[in-house]
C-alpha cells in the first residue's frame, strides 16, 4: 500500500477558501466512498472532520465540506479561520479491512 | 464521553519489543474495532492495524506483520500493541483510535504514546 498523495502545503488568508487535495488508485480512493479527512494541531491527537467523503460529524463546522471524483477526493475550508492552522490528513479504505493515509497537508492561515 | 487513554512514554533499546496499551471508557467496548495508528517525528500518519475487541481477530499491514500483535483484554476494556525487534525508525508516537463495527473512519482518539527506539 502506497500513502495517498496530498500536498505539503495550502495557504489562505482569513475568510477565503482553500482545498486540500487526496490522490489514490482504484484500490482506495477510487473504488470506494469511504474517504475520511482528520485535523491535527501540533502535539495533538487527530480530529475526526469528514468521513465518507462528505459527511460531518455533530460539532464540526459546516465550513468543512468533501468530495470526491475518481481516484481523487478533496477537503475544502470556506471562511479560513486562524484556528484552521493545521495539518490535514485524508485516509481511505483501501480493501481487506485495511487503511491507507495520505502524507498530510500544512494549512497556513496567512 | 468517551475517553481512550494510553500508557505512558517508554524508551527502548534496539531489537526490544515494547507493548502499550489503550482503555476505553463511557461507551461498550466490544461495539467499536480498536485501531493503531503511529506518526513519525515531523512525518505523518501510518495505519498499522485494528483489533475487533468483541472476537480477538485481528488485521494488520502487511509491513508490520510478524511484528505486531494486537490483544484486548474485555474485562478492563483495554486494548494492546505490542511491537517487536524495534528499530530506531520505530520511534514514532503510537494512537489508538476507535472505529465502529463495520465502519470506516476514526472518530475518537487516544492522546498517544511516545515510543522511543535509541541504543
Known amino acids: 500500500q502506497s500513502a495517498l498523495t496530498q500536498p505539503a502545503s495550502v495557504s489562505g488568508s482569513p475568510g477565503q477558501s482553500i482545498t486540500i487535495s487526496c490522490t489514490g488508485t482504484?484500490?482506495?480512493?477510487?473504488?470506494?466512498?469511504?474517504v475520511s479527512w482528520y485535523q491535527q494541531h501540533p502535539g495533538k491527537a487527530p480530529k475526526l472532520m469528514i468521513y465518507e467523503g462528505s459527511e460531518r460529524p455533530s460539532g464540526v463546522s459546516n465550513r468543512f465540506s468533501g468530495s470526491k471524483s475518481g481516484n481523487t477526493a478533496s477537503l475544502t475550508i470556506s471562511g479560513l479561520q486562524a484556528e484552521d492552522e493545521a495539518d490535514y490528513y485524508c485516509c481511505s479504505y483501501a480493501g481487506s479491512f485495511t487503511f491507507v493515509f495520505g502524507g498530510g497537508t500544512k494549512l497556513t492561515v496567512l | 464521553q468517551v475517553h481512550l487513554v494510553q500508557s505512558g512514554a517508554e524508551v527502548k533499546k534496539p531489537g526490544a519489543s515494547v507493548k502499550v496499551s489503550c482503555k476505553a471508557s463511557?461507551?461498550?467496548?466490544?461495539?467499536?474495532?480498536i485501531h493503531w495508528v503511529r506518526q513519525a517525528p515531523g512525518q505523518g500518519l501510518e495505519w498499522m492495524g485494528w483489533i475487533n475487541p468483541n472476537s480477538g481477530g485481528t488485521n494488520s499491514a502487511q509491513r508490520f506483520q510478524g511484528r505486531v500483535t494486537m490483544t484486548r483484554d474485555r474485562s478492563i476494556s483495554t486494548a494492546y500493541l505490542e511491537l517487536s525487534s524495534l528499530r530506531s525508525d520505530d520511534t514514532a508516537v503510537y494512537f489508538c483510535a476507535r472505529v465502529v463495527t463495520r465502519g470506516t473512519h476514526f472518530d475518537y482518539w487516544g492522546q498517544g504514546t511516545l515510543v522511543s527506539v535509541s541504543s
Open positions: 463511557g461507551y461498550t467496548f466490544t461495539d467499536y474495532y
Open positions: 482504484s484500490s482506495d480512493v477510487g473504488n470506494y466512498n469511504f
